[in-house]
């Protein structure tokens, strides 16, 4: 016999003191009965009403053992296999503003997401990041709300400027443990420019989770300004900020993770080692091992229990 919460145990530590209680009260209850009331007046004598306090303290001690999620014995069940989890994770930085890939890296990198997204078979989940990250979707199976809520984001949408991709892969880590059974993977979609300082942690964790992390690099080596509404992006000393595609960070968090790196994978079909192809994709079964809960018993029996205490107290002054 194991237990899936055995934490919820230490309450039978506390059943002596709970019964002690309750047969004091009871105590208490017959004397002031017995000293204001003859027994012809108080009606109806029931003897068995002393054992009460007993049986309510045993339903106190199964729920307690209930709560603690009894297990014994082993069933396999038959299940569906999937394709595992993907998460998203977007660059927003004003960098992604620039337009040196025939339009701006981020609409670049919203076409070459959609593209990922339509094409993945299990569910999805997407993140924008600056120097700091936020879930736009949790992970789920309806890809076209996913999409809907890409085509919202915008240059700046985080707020924080910068650019932390470390932060971005830990982020998705996060999101990836909702569903911690199923395999996932993070697709990094960036100029690369790393303002940050945790890749070193991202990549420890993300290699201990057996999570692959692969990156897309937007934009190139030459470099671009930035527009914004009135001209150019310029730093404070008035000076124009080029900003340039630097693959390094996204490389050292693919090679530590067994993932790949692309650059600019517009063509038809550049994405390829990406995406799953839906013709390929076939329902896969397999065999698992469940554990077998026991814990309808001892809520049985405190519920009956409970039950006879309630019968127990009839008689009451």
Same mark, same amino acid.
Request: glycine content about 8%.
């Given at each position: 016999?194991?237990?899936?919460?055995?934490?919820?145990?230490?309450?039978?530590?506390?059943?002596?003191?709970?019964?002690?209680?309750?047969?004091?009260?009871?105590?208490?209850?017959?004397?002031?009965?017995?000293?204001?009331?003859?027994?012809?007046?108080?009606?109806?004598?029931?003897?068995?009403?002393?054992?009460?306090?007993?049986?309510?303290? $045993?339903?106190?001690?199964?729920?307690?053992?209930?709560?603690?999620?009894?297990?014994?014995?082993?069933?396999?069940?038959?299940? &569906?296999?999937?394709?595992?989890?993907?998460?998203?994770?977007?660059?927003?930085?004003?960098?992604?503003?620039?337009?040196?890939?025939?339009?701006?890296?981020?609409?670049?990198?919203?076409?070459?997401?959609?593209?990922?997204?339509?094409?993945?078979?299990?569910?999805?989940?997407?993140?924008?990041?600056?120097?700091?990250?936020?879930?736009?979707?949790? $992970?789920?199976?309806?890809?076209?709300?996913?999409?809907?809520?890409?085509?919202?984001?915008?240059?700046?949408?985080?707020?924080?400027?910068?650019?932390?991709?470390?932060?971005?892969? $830990?982020?998705?880590?996060?999101?990836?443990?909702?569903?911690?059974?199923?395999?996932? /993977?993070?697709?990094?979609? &960036?100029?690369?420019?790393?303002?940050?300082?945790?890749?070193?942690?991202?990549?420890?964790?993300?290699?201990?989770?057996?999570?692959?992390?692969?990156?897309?690099?937007?934009?190139?080596?030459?470099?671009?300004?930035?527009?914004?509404?009135?001209?150019?992006?310029? /730093?404070?000393?008035?000076?124009?900020?080029?900003?340039?595609?630097?693959?390094?960070?996204?490389?050292?968090?693919?090679?530590?993770?067994?993932?790949?790196?692309?650059?600019?994978?517009?063509?038809?079909?550049?994405?390829?080692?990406?995406?799953?192809?839906?013709?390929?994709?076939?329902?896969?079964?397999?065999?698992?091992?469940?554990?077998?809960?026991?814990?309808?018993?001892?809520?049985?029996?405190?519920?009956?229990?409970?039950?006879?205490?309630?019968?127990?107290?009839?008689?009451?002054?």
């Amino acid at each position: 016999m194991s237990f899936r919460a055995p934490n919820w145990l230490w309450l039978l530590a506390v059943t002596p003191l709970i019964l002690a209680v309750l047969v004091t009260r009871e105590r208490h209850r017959f004397q002031l009965a017995r000293r204001f009331a003859s027994e012809r007046i108080r009606g109806l004598a029931n003897p068995a009403r002393v054992v009460r306090p007993w049986v309510t303290g $045993l339903a106190i001690a199964a729920l307690a053992v209930a709560l603690s999620g009894p297990y014994a014995g082993y069933t396999t069940v038959s299940v &569906s296999g999937r394709e595992s989890n993907r998460i998203i994770a977007l660059d927003v930085s004003n960098s992604m503003a620039a337009e040196d890939v025939g339009s701006s890296r981020l609409a670049g990198a919203k076409a070459i997401a959609k593209r990922l997204i339509a094409n993945h078979q299990g569910r999805v989940g997407l993140i924008v990041f600056e120097s700091s990250a936020e879930v736009v979707s949790p $992970l789920t199976n309806d890809s076209e709300a996913v999409m809907a809520l890409l085509e919202t984001v915008q240059p700046g949408e985080v707020g924080v400027p910068g650019s932390d991709l470390g932060g971005a892969v $830990l982020a998705g880590l996060k999101l990836a443990e909702a569903d911690a059974t199923q395999k996932a /993977d993070i697709v990094l979609l &960036s100029d690369g420019e790393e303002q940050g300082s945790r890749v070193t942690d991202a990549l420890r964790r993300a290699r201990s989770k057996g999570v692959r992390v692969s990156g897309i690099v937007i934009g190139t080596a030459t470099g671009s300004t930035i527009p914004v509404n009135d001209g150019v992006l310029r /730093d404070e000393s008035g000076e124009v900020i080029t900003t340039y595609a630097r693959r390094e960070a996204l490389d050292r968090l693919a090679r530590g993770t067994g993932g790949i790196v692309l650059e600019n994978p517009f063509s038809e079909h550049s994405l390829d080692m990406l995406m799953t192809r839906r013709a390929d994709t076939t329902a896969r079964q397999k065999d698992v091992r469940v554990p077998v809960d026991r814990y309808q018993w001892p809520l049985a029996f405190a519920f009956v229990a409970f039950f006879c205490a309630s019968v127990l107290n009839r008689g009451a002054e």
